[in-house]
């Protein structure tokens, strides 16, 4: 019945057809209590399923007005207790025990201190949010993937274009696609969107990126333009936001999400006594602290932290107010940086050039407060953190690359530098993380995850090669001859054409056989062929390895691929480099299946990709769920770094449009099939054994007899069989 009267509210409050509609989504009953926002969001889920458009967008609207109101109250009523009379800790818990202090006396002043702040922030809450305060409006995980990943606005831009709201419907749409850039179906909306008329390049507007990104950007962009003192003002407004967003998640860490996160981790909630359980949840909630700075510093959509986000800023800031002749605040700023690298060079011969050009000494002239205040607290946390995980088994990753090594136990340091990957680094699918392989200087292989050796996904990252020590990396360093030899060569009837896949790119292509023919004919250097020889042969042994170690693998198909943007054509591109597709099997995205069936080549079991260099913008390698629409794992290409998973339709996979430069890669497909094992790198391999002098008198002898399999091939290419247009990533 109170859901019934709460939607009847809703309608009410919507503005009346054809009135005009505010920008945004401005709260729909400004100063009322915020309701349950996953209450919220499922009736209005089940509103956008009966097609009740009106409705929908005003419980979805409410759902995401109330969850940002319900951690305003939250926020404030941490900030209102903590500056209470008496909040501070008692004077003989905050000073160290002395030898002669009463075996136990500091238990009850712990405890009372924190049934008083229990007391307050449950008042607070009470006040601000109703009966039951955030007890009752606690979020579950699901809701909080949910929210995080913007799905309410995916929901929100179809409603408001069924009513015909096509400027909302515009920046409810680019609010979901800057939170998830790969999400396909959405990518195909907004070019639609684009092209319709009465679309203004303004609503194309984000509704939910913090403010300090933007002024984060202006600042940065304005001081490209050597516009230090108009850049100066975003520049403050950017750092200073971005502290406040920290509190802001800091906040949340002590909420009961956090707690609901616990228990659903542990299963059963808290082992232990009462002190471990205490010991146990402050040890999270300075976890979720801590993780704060990369959220802070994480731009939406993206999947890592802008590195040094703070000390950046910082050094900006400092720079352009010595620009502008602000030496104070410059000094302020640069010795605030100093907190963070002590010893940063750069740094500390900038201080000596303010204060040489400030003539006198300015003894009172120190770092930030706020920032002094953020550092040592964070080493405050940091310090506990260390000790959780020396004494009481704790897992702590730590963020940030400024803690001084002081503060890392030395046993813990000796342990954390073990087993590390020699300055290469894992690749993390996040939640479709398989697993992964990594090359040690020391073991051939090291794999992690649940399913080792499993029949899908696995990354080696780092791969060397090298003639003199068969025990170290497989390195790859793409030669200039080879990869021009992609240019030369181009076997696949490209020739450097615009793509098959996309207008947009040109597609360059190299078999194993032409480049050893290229370095007879003097082309290419023989090196740069037999190079190409001896990694794909490598690259077939590591992926036999990891994922048929009992069933040999033949290669069937070696390919050096490259695409390059075309200039002047990727304004505004929405397409891809490669659609989404199955190596093996005829992908039907409408039912999910894949048809195991010509024109596929159904003899491909494992697909391998070899990236040979990564300065180039886009051109990621993505995968999707069966309907090619949704994106579940994200590959960035990196020179060395080899991709290799099984080739059928539990692995549909993509390109995303090269959007600037060349990308070269090896692809490589293995079969089990002894009869489908690529001839023509056995035939490439024994043209490059051949010796120069012998090879300059093979036009005045006999041709060797062809083995039978070319024979074939050759009989069926006169027949005038058209050969297939294989699929190269």
């Known amino acids: ?107 009850p002043l712990l405890l009372r201190a924190a049934l008083r702040r229990a007391e307050c922030l449950t008042q607070c809450a009470a006040r601000r949010l109703g009966p039951g305060g955030a007890a009752r409006l606690r979020v579950g995980s699901t809701l909080r993937d949910a929210f995080r990943r913007r799905e309410p606005y995916n929901y929100l831009q179809r409603a408001y274009y069924q009513l015909k709201k096509l400027d909302l419907a515009v920046a409810a749409a680019h609010t979901f696609f800057v939170a998830n850039p790969t999400h396909l179906q959405m990518r195909e909306d907004m070019a639609k969107y684009r092209r319709m008329p009465g679309v203004r390049p303004q609503s194309f507007r984000d509704l939910e990126t913090p403010s300090y990104w933007a002024a984060y950007d202006t600042g940065l962009e304005l001081l490209g333009r050597q516009e230090a003192g108009l850049a100066l003002p975003r520049l403050e407004e950017a750092l200073q936001e971005s502290l406040a967003q920290m509190e802001s998640c800091r906040a949340g860490c002590e909420g009961p999400e956090e707690q609901q996160r616990e228990e659903e981790e542990e299963g059963t909630g808290s082992q232990g006594g009462l002190y471990e359980a205490i010991a146990g949840h402050w040890i999270r909630v300075l976890q979720c602290r801590q993780r704060c700075v990369g959220d802070t510093a994480t731009r939406p959509g993206r999947s890592f932290p802008v590195p040094d986000f703070l000390p950046s800023q910082l050094r900006r800031l400092h720079e352009a107010h010595a620009q502008v002749g602000n030496l104070s605040q410059a000094v302020e700023n640069v010795r605030s940086v100093l907190l963070f690298y002590p010893e940063d060079e750069a740094a500390k011969k900038a201080l000596d050039q303010y204060q040489v050009q400030l003539g006198e000494p300015r003894p009172g002239l120190g770092p930030r407060e706020d920032i002094q205040r953020f550092v040592l607290r964070s080493l405050g946390e940091k310090k506990q953190l260390y000790y959780a995980m020396e004494h009481l088994g704790a897992s702590f990753k730590d963020p940030d690359p400024w803690t001084p090594a002081a503060f890392i136990p030395e046993a813990l340091r000796q342990k954390l530098s073990m087993g590390q990957p020699n300055g290469h680094y894992l690749c993390d699918f996040g939640q479709h993380f398989l697993f992964v392989v990594l090359l040690f200087r020391a073991t051939p292989m090291a794999y992690e995850g649940s399913q080792a050796r499993g029949p899908i996904r696995a990354i080696a990252a780092g791969l060397h090669h090298s003639h003199s020590n068969a025990g170290s990396k497989l390195r790859l360093q793409p030669t200039p001859q080879l990869m021009d030899a992609a240019e030369a060569g181009a076997r696949s009837g490209y020739r450097g054409r615009r793509s098959p896949h996309t207008p947009h790119e040109r597609f360059e292509g190299l078999t194993v056989l032409k480049a050893a023919q290229l370095a007879r004919a003097g082309a290419v250097g023989s090196q740069g062929a037999q190079l190409l020889l001896e990694v794909s042969e490598r690259v077939r042994t590591l992926t036999q390895a990891y994922f048929s170690p009992e069933r040999p693998l033949h290669l069937s198909f070696t390919h050096l691929v490259c695409r390059s943007a075309i200039e002047g054509e990727q304004a505004q591109r929405m397409d891809l480099s490669h659609p989404v597709h199955a190596d093996n099997c005829v992908l039907d995205p409408d039912t999910g299946e894949c048809w195991r069936e010509p024109p596929a080549y159904t003899y491909r079991d494992y697909s391998g990709l070899l990236y040979l260099n990564d300065d180039f913008q886009g051109g990621d390698l993505f995968f999707t769920e069966p309907n090619a629409l949704t994106v579940t794992a994200q590959v960035r290409p990196r020179c060395g770094r080899l991709v290799a998973f099984s080739s059928g339709g539990e692995n549909p996979h993509g390109v995303w449009a090269v959007t600037r430069g060349r990308r070269c890669a090896l692809a490589l497909w293995h079969t089990w099939a002894p009869e489908h094992r690529e001839q023509e790198w056995t035939e490439a391999k024994e043209l490059l054994q051949v010796p120069e002098e012998e090879g300059e008198e093979m036009p005045s002898r006999d041709p060797a007899p062809e083995p039978p399999s070319r024979r074939l091939q050759r009989a069926q290419d006169k027949a005038g069989k058209p050969p297939r247009v294989r699929e190269e990533l």
């Open 1 to 107: 019945m109170l859901r019934l009267l709460w939607l009847l509210l809703l309608l009410l409050l919507l503005p009346p057809p054809g009135s005009p509609e505010p920008p945004g989504l401005a709260p729909l009953s400004p100063g009322a209590p915020p309701q349950a926002p996953d209450l919220l969001y499922a009736d209005g889920l089940r509103a956008y399923a009966a097609g009740a458009w009106a409705p929908a967008v005003a419980l979805l609207r409410e759902a995401l007005r109330s969850r940002v109101a319900l951690g305003r109250a939250r926020r404030d009523c941490q900030e209102r207790c903590a500056a209470e009379p008496g909040a501070a800790l008692p004077a003989l818990l905050a000073a160290a025990p002395g030898p002669g202090a009463a075996r136990g006396a500091w238990e």
